[in-house]
């Protein structure tokens, strides 16, 4: 039955609140990982961003979320998201009536707080008539609990780099091993030019989740080559935060790291492979097609208030080049001292 727009009462999470809402999240069907409440704690204690976690009641029962923070930057403007540093987010809700009102909200603080924009991180269209960003796909399919089968739904080519990795010897470790997976992780981003975040970041996402993290490391002779995060929500697995040393590639370790990865969660159970997002045509974009995932469409949306266009805070955006190549130049250490200053506006 859908609630009428006088039934519904919208408020902020509270405390109190967190197993709710997280109970709401976990019995519907459109909600992600990325919409559970810890992710309010995530980005209050390693960023210091303001949360305006938005809950929909009728009759004291949730009917619907949107999980939105607020990032404020000199450098980068000065936005609502729903959900900064995940690559979901947007309203979930019982019936279009309550979503309408969760949005309605959003538009409204977003008008309060006087904010460049609101961007709503959808993995469906949902307003046509606000400007959008198509640049984005996602990377999901159905995985098997047996090897064989995994191995043999990989295209040929791939499969051939990933038995290569298995032939390497490398060895696979599924401890949290946090100091890895920094140096696995920073190394990447420095390579590609992009501020790291900082290591609270991730101590923090792997405190406030616990079991629902992950990290999968590959050594060569007791030396970290390649390191991935993941997370675990309902019957998938999201490899979220990854990267390799500069011996990666030689030893085909990242491709071995997850197909470690994709073979222990089939072993489990685990029902999905969710691959994340990439941009269209970028590099991640082609492996991930290489192994034989489907891009589909995601779908960012934005409420314009004091911003005239879609913002463009991305690598592609020539005016960052010349910092990205610097970037890339920086000794590791001073790459991962100054770097957090600068990624916790990249949301």
């Keep these: 039955m859908e609630s009428t727009s006088t039934d519904i009462h919208i408020t902020q999470l509270s405390a109190v ?27 209050e204690t390693a960023f210091g961003h303001s949360c305006y976690f938005l809950l929909a009641k009728v009759n004291n029962n949730i009917v619907g979320i949107l999980p939105l923070a607020r990032v404020n930057s000199k450098l980068f403007g000065d936005a609502l998201i729903s959900t900064p540093f995940c690559v979901y987010g947007g309203v979930v809700a019982n ?16 008008d309060e707080l006087q ?40 295209p040929r080519k791939q499969r051939a780099v990933v038995r290569k990795g298995i032939k390497a010897e490398l060895d696979v470790s599924s401890a949290k091993d946090l100091e890895a997976l920094y140096l696995a992780y920073s190394t990447s ?36 080559v390649s390191s991935v ?52 045509n970028a590099g991640s974009y082609s492996f991930k097609k290489n192994w034989g995932f489907t891009p589909e469409p995601l779908f960012y949306e934005y409420y314009l208030v004091k911003a005239n266009a879609i913002p463009e805070v991305n690598p592609n955006n020539p005016k960052y080049a010349f910092f990205i190549n610097m970037w890339r130049r920086l000794p590791l250490p001073l790459a991962n001292f100054l770097g957090p200053f600068i990624s916790k506006s990249l949301g």
């Design 115 to 154: 904010v460049d924009y609101l961007e709503l991180r959808n993995k469906k269209q949902r307003h046509p008539d606000w400007p959008s960003k198509d640049m984005y796909v996602y990377f999901r399919k159905e995985i098997e609990e047996d090897e064989e089968k995994n191995l043999a739904a990989i």
């Design 95 to 110: 019936d279009e009536q309550t979503a309408k009102r969760l949005e309605q909200k959003a538009c409204e603080i977003a």
């Design 229 to 280: 995060l993941s997370f675990y929500f309902k019957d998938e697995v999201l490899p979220y935060y990854g990267g390799g040393t500069s011996a990666a590639r030689s030893l085909k370790a990242n491709d071995f790291m997850y197909w470690s990865l994709l073979k222990k969660s089939g072993a489990e159970g685990i029902k999905y492979f969710d691959y994340g997002r990439s941009k269209q």
């Design 17 to 43: 609140e967190f197993e709710p809402w997280d109970d709401f999240v976990n019995h519907h069907e459109e909600a992600t990982f990325f919409h559970k409440a810890g992710w309010k704690t995530v980005l």
């Design 189 to 224: 981003v420095r390579n590609l030019g992009t501020p790291v975040f900082s290591k609270k970041y991730f101590s923090t996402l792997l405190e406030v989740f616990g079991d629902e993290t992950g990290i999968t490391t590959i050594s060569k002779d007791k030396q970290t």
